[in-house]
């Protein structure tokens, strides 16, 4: 039940009338009734009727009357407090994802494109004020989706992501597909905007070096969070296509991270550098950066208020009412 509260208590100060009209009423009480002086009223003697005893009720409901019209004064009222997210200083993110073939790899379950997929969604999903874009790079880099506030369009087109060797040529190029993010967020006018870059190998493609984009982002005032996908060891890598069932054959291999470049990236952006070797990591990594970088909602709340002082307005006219015809008819001859 919402609570009651009062636009004008200040009302409330003419309650103390009330006693006052008490105490002038007994003090003028012999003067409301005609007197008659007789020698002896040992004729009259009698027990008081019970219309007598009830005559100080019409007293008793105009004081009623009266309290009622100075609460209808006072404006009761409820009110429905909603809240509401007001202007919000949103964030915007661009997740820059390894498309090449080795993301394949099982290590994580049941491989590292879906692992990625899943906890990115989520991410995508968890983030209700930001704006966010896709860049997918291998060999080359290009922009899957520019930054938008469509979550659903983002999340179809992580939900799509797969190595694809005629669409982008194998490879790792690193700093492309960084300066590619970079190119996306530098006209942002966002408070805050960040990279978040994710692979599973080393630097060996496209023209323009990690360091160097990471140089760039710096420069622009972009944070960079690096992920490195990968369990320590070996783990199974795509190795070739059976030419017959078109399968992909898989054998053990290292896992190779250059780990100490993806720190440099995170570190001199002002970012974080994480490792992620499972499916649980690699969500709490996600899970991490989204406390992290966190967006200022204002938070304005709207007041839903319904008036009662109407219902004591109608019980003080019908007290009034009811004290005028009870004097003018029941005890109309004690007037």
Known sequence: MSEITFLHPGFFWLLLLLPLA??????????????????????????????????????????LAMACMIVALARP?????????????GIDIVLAADVSSSMLARDLKPNRFEALKKTAAAFVHARTNDRIGLVLYAAEA???????????????AIESIEFDNLMIKDGTAIGTGLATAVNR???????????????????????????????????????????????NGNAEFPWEVDPFSGEIIYRMAPVKIDEQLLEEIASDTGGKYFRATDNNRLAEIYKEIDKLETSEIPELKYFNYEEKFRIFVWAALGLLVLEAVLRRTLYRSFI
């Open 185 to 231: 967020l530098k006209e942002s006018k966002a408070k805050s905007r960040i990279i978040i870059l994710m692979t599973d190998g080393v630097n060996n493609g496209g023209s323009i070096e990690p360091k160097t984009a990471a140089a760039i982002a710096k420069e622009f005032g972009l944070k960079v969070y690096t992920i490195g996908i990968g369990t």
């Open 77 to 89: 009222r409820t009110a429905d407090v909603s809240s509401k997210a007001g202007s919000v200083n």
């Open 142 to 156: 290009y922009t899957k989706i520019p930054v938008t506030s469509d979550k659903q369009l983002v999340k179809q």
């Open 22 to 63: 008490v105490g002038w009423h007994f003090l003028k009480r012999k003067q409301q009734s005609a007197t008659l002086r007789i020698s002896s009223v040992q004729g009259f003697k009698a027990a008081p009727s019970l219309k007598a005893k009830l005559r100080p009720a019409l007293f008793i409901i105009r004081l």
